[in-house]
Nanobody, 119 residues
């Protein structure tokens, strides 16, 4: 199994920045893709950004140019640098890791970290 622990959320004014961290433990050698999702009150969880084992990245359109995902394989940690934050970025942000075990794919989720952007 893979366990994930997020940190770095908080309250910030519009236009500000935050950096989220997600530390993985357990079967980290089997992780392929890691990503960040978010869920605002009353809305479905949505993908924000992902990074693959070859460091290729994907972003949803509404964060392109503002958010950057990166990973430190030595520390088994993935980061989400969020700049130019907007009130609509307010949500609980979840870290996700996709890994293989016994030839089956699994998803592991962190507990979530709250990001609140004030106007």
């Amino acid at each position: 199994q893979v366990q994930l622990v997020e940190s770095g959320g908080g309250l910030v004014q519009a236009g500000g920045s935050l950096r989220l961290s997600c530390a993985a433990s357990g079967r980290t050698f089997s992780i392929t893709t890691m990503g960040w999702y978010r869920q605002a009150p009353g809305k479905q969880r949505e993908s924000v950004a992902s990074i693959s084992s070859d460091d290729s990245t994907n972003y949803v359109d509404f964060v392109k140019g503002r958010f950057t995902i990166s990973r430190d394989n030595a520390r088994n940690t993935v980061y989400l640098q969020m700049n130019s934050l907007k009130p609509e970025d307010t949500a609980v942000y979840y870290c996700n890791a996709r890994y293989m075990q016994n030839l089956l794919w699994y998803d592991s989720w962190g507990q979530g970290t709250q990001v609140t952007v004030s106007s």
